[in-house]
């Protein structure tokens, strides 16, 4: 199982907070800030929530189908779930026109 929660609050706990962290890196909150928007950060931290439940989703209609996927499949099909999740942060603005 893919486990994303969590990883904000282990992020946003000072003994996690290297001494050489650029400063910038985190918002006024004490939370990471990767975006110059904060509301940024928030929908893709919602998005990242939505595509681990999709995945625990997916996971359980495997089961229920009777697939006994080997360990190989089960992570070849996480890799191309991952890849479709992500496949618009891949995409380069070059051809853009």
């Given at each position: 199982?893919v486990?994303?929660?969590g990883?904000e609050?282990?992020?946003a706990?000072?003994?996690f907070?290297?001494?050489?962290?650029?400063?910038?890196?985190?918002?006024?909150?004490?939370?990471?800030?990767?975006?110059?928007?904060?509301?940024?950060?928030?929908?893709?931290?919602?998005?990242?929530?939505?595509?681990?439940?999709?995945?625990?989703?997916e996971?359980?209609l495997m089961a229920?189908?009777?697939?006994?996927?080997s360990?190989?499949?089960?992570?070849?099909?996480?890799?191309?779930f991952?890849?479709?999740?992500?496949?618009?942060?891949?995409?380069?603005?070059?051809?853009?026109?």
């Amino acid at each position: 199982m893919v486990w994303l929660r969590g990883v904000e609050a282990l992020m946003a706990e000072p003994e996690f907070k290297p001494d050489d962290t650029p400063k910038d890196l985190y918002g006024p909150d004490g939370q990471p800030q990767f975006f110059n928007d904060p509301g940024m950060d928030r929908f893709v931290a919602v998005v990242m929530n939505m595509a681990q439940e999709m995945w625990v989703q997916e996971e359980r209609l495997m089961a229920l189908e009777g697939l006994d996927a080997s360990s190989e499949d089960r992570e070849a099909k996480l890799k191309q779930f991952i890849d479709r999740i992500f496949a618009p942060l891949r995409e380069s603005g070059s051809d853009e026109s």
